[in-house]
């Protein structure tokens, strides 16, 4: 049924199921209005079906009174984000938009209101689409995650064929770049994603995804925040973990630190005796850095693993780093630091020319001048992120 009064709420909602019978296409040879009252902005012409609707929170259909200005008026008043209206008399409300919808012409939106002639209501199966602008424009978050300790990487191309970021994770709710960033940090991944306002994506690298300039979707549950747009990715990287050499022989775990061994190299150590400049790493887009934390301390960035060798890390210009790092999943769950995807290469062993030392050395070998073979322990190093700050929240707008 088709009503055309706004007042009751529960006969409003069928006008999602009704069908177009004018041509999908049809042109009515005028140019018609499309601006809609402040704070509302144009967000585009988009497709629509009966099945899945771009738009689903709430609708109604009016056969005489509909326009923008009541269609966003409606879903203003229910705190929905979007608004859309279609067919000339049909009004839909959403938090986000659903994947389904996708950018049509602009020429496809051409049919005018039945409530206001001179405004423009979408088309058959064609969605004008409506975004409630905040007084604060959206942006990128700088910072997301437990502590803001996910630092925003950039805007990426994304596709359905060939994800970006492999790993979904089906958020009930709304989205922020907040929850996203803390949810990819539970699964033990480098990079998070939010991607069509309501989507996270996770992962440990980039691929070969480039650089894009039109993430402009806000966040469904921070409409501060702009979390991806259609086919584009928001993305953020984790930073501040430690590593643990979890020993393979089931002997209590080590916790492992950055040490400087000359001007431009440090590796990663057990050392009792040392004091080190840093006091986490980060890992961006594969490649294994170091985090400042003492005045005068340079990040390093880490060189490929070379066999038989300490994990080195270096402060030397236009040294070649290597972005084959990531964090892999143990059977317990937890995130283990791996190169050339492989994780049980690593062992601790004791340095014989330095005392107090254990360095951490890449598949070690017989003969090295400054550890013996027989004295290296294979371990894993899992991958410990930074505690959540004493009384952070996460800032969630409805």
């Given at each position: 049924?088709?009503?055309?009064?706004l007042?009751?709420?529960?006969?409003?909602?069928?006008?999602?199921?009704?069908a177009h019978s004018?041509?999908r296409?049809m042109h009515y040879?005028?140019?018609?209005?499309?601006?809609?009252?402040?704070?509302?902005?144009?967000?585009g012409c988009f497709?629509d079906?009966?099945?899945?609707?771009t738009?689903?929170?709430?609708?109604?259909?009016?056969?005489r009174?509909?326009s923008?200005?009541?269609?966003?008026a409606?879903?203003?008043?229910?705190?929905?984000a979007?608004?859309?209206v279609?067919?000339?008399?049909?009004?839909y409300?959403?938090?986000a938009?659903?994947?389904?919808g996708?950018r049509?012409n602009?020429?496809?939106?051409?049919?005018p209101?039945?409530?206001?002639s001179?405004?423009v209501?979408?088309?058959g199966y064609?969605?004008?689409?409506?975004?409630?602008?905040p007084?604060i424009?959206?942006t990128?978050?700088a910072?997301?995650?437990?502590?803001?300790?996910?630092n925003?990487?950039?805007?990426?191309?994304?596709?359905?064929?060939?994800?970006?970021?492999?790993?979904?994770?089906?958020?009930v709710g709304t989205?922020t770049?907040?929850?996203?960033?803390?949810?990819?940090?539970?699964?033990?991944?480098?990079?998070?994603?939010?991607?069509?306002s309501?989507e996270?994506?996770?992962?440990n690298?980039?691929?070969?995804?480039?650089?894009a300039?039109?993430?402009?979707?806000?966040?469904?549950?921070?409409r501060?925040q702009?979390?991806?747009?259609?086919?584009?990715?928001?993305?953020s990287?984790?930073?501040?973990?430690t590593?643990?050499?979890?020993?393979?022989d089931g002997?209590?775990?080590?916790?492992?630190?950055?040490?400087?061994?000359?001007?431009?190299?440090?590796i990663?150590?057990?050392?009792t005796?040392?004091?080190?400049?840093?006091?986490?790493?980060?890992?961006?887009?594969?490649?294994?850095h170091?985090?400042q934390?003492?005045?005068?301390?340079?990040?390093g960035?880490?060189?490929a693993?070379?066999?038989?060798?300490?994990?080195t890390?270096?402060?030397?210009?236009?040294?070649?780093?290597f972005?084959g790092?990531?964090?892999?999943?143990?059977p317990?769950g937890?995130a283990l630091?791996?190169?050339h995807?492989?994780?049980?290469l690593?062992?601790?062993?004791?340095?014989?020319?330095a005392?107090?030392?254990?360095?951490?050395v890449?598949?070690?070998r017989t003969?090295?001048?400054?550890?013996?073979?027989?004295?290296?322990?294979p371990?894993?190093l899992?991958?410990e992120?930074?505690?959540?700050?004493?009384?952070?929240?996460?800032?969630?707008?409805?």
């Open positions: 049924m088709v009503l055309n009064t007042l009751p709420l529960v006969v409003l909602l069928p006008a999602a199921l009704v004018v041509p296409h040879g005028r140019s018609l209005n499309t601006a809609a009252p402040t704070p509302w902005v144009a967000h497709t079906k009966l099945t899945a609707r738009l689903s929170n709430i609708s109604y259909a009016d056969q009174s509909m923008i200005d009541a269609c966003t409606f879903c203003d008043t229910r705190k929905l979007y608004a859309g279609e067919y000339g008399r049909e009004c409300c959403g938090a938009l659903s994947p389904t996708a049509a602009t020429g496809d939106c051409n049919m209101c039945t409530g206001n001179a405004q209501c979408g088309g064609r969605l004008q689409v409506y975004l409630n602008a007084a424009p959206a990128a978050p910072s997301a995650g437990h502590g803001g300790r996910w925003y990487l950039g805007c990426y191309t994304d596709s359905v064929a060939a994800r970006t970021l492999p790993n979904g994770t089906h958020i989205m770049a907040d929850k996203c960033a803390s949810t990819c940090q539970s699964m033990g991944f480098a990079l998070a994603g939010t991607e069509y309501r996270c994506w996770c992962g690298t980039l691929g070969t995804a480039s650089t300039n039109n993430c402009d979707m806000p966040c469904s549950g921070n501060t702009i979390c991806g747009g259609g086919n584009r990715l928001t993305t990287t984790s930073s501040d973990f590593l643990q050499a979890v020993f393979r002997a209590p775990p080590v916790a492992l630190s950055v040490l400087d061994v000359s001007v431009h190299t440090a990663l150590s057990n050392c005796t040392c004091a080190p400049p840093y006091d986490s790493l980060d890992l961006i887009n594969g490649v294994f170091t985090v934390r003492k005045v005068g301390a340079v990040p960035v880490s060189p693993p070379t066999a038989g060798e300490a994990l890390l270096t402060y030397a210009a236009h040294v070649e780093t972005s790092s990531c964090t892999m999943a143990s317990a937890s630091l791996a190169a995807a492989r994780h049980d690593w062992s601790l062993c004791p340095n014989t020319t005392d107090g030392r254990n360095d951490i890449w598949a070690p003969g090295h001048p400054h550890y013996a073979l027989r004295d290296c322990k371990v894993d899992v991958v992120y930074c505690e959540e700050e004493e009384g952070y929240e996460e800032d969630e707008m409805e």
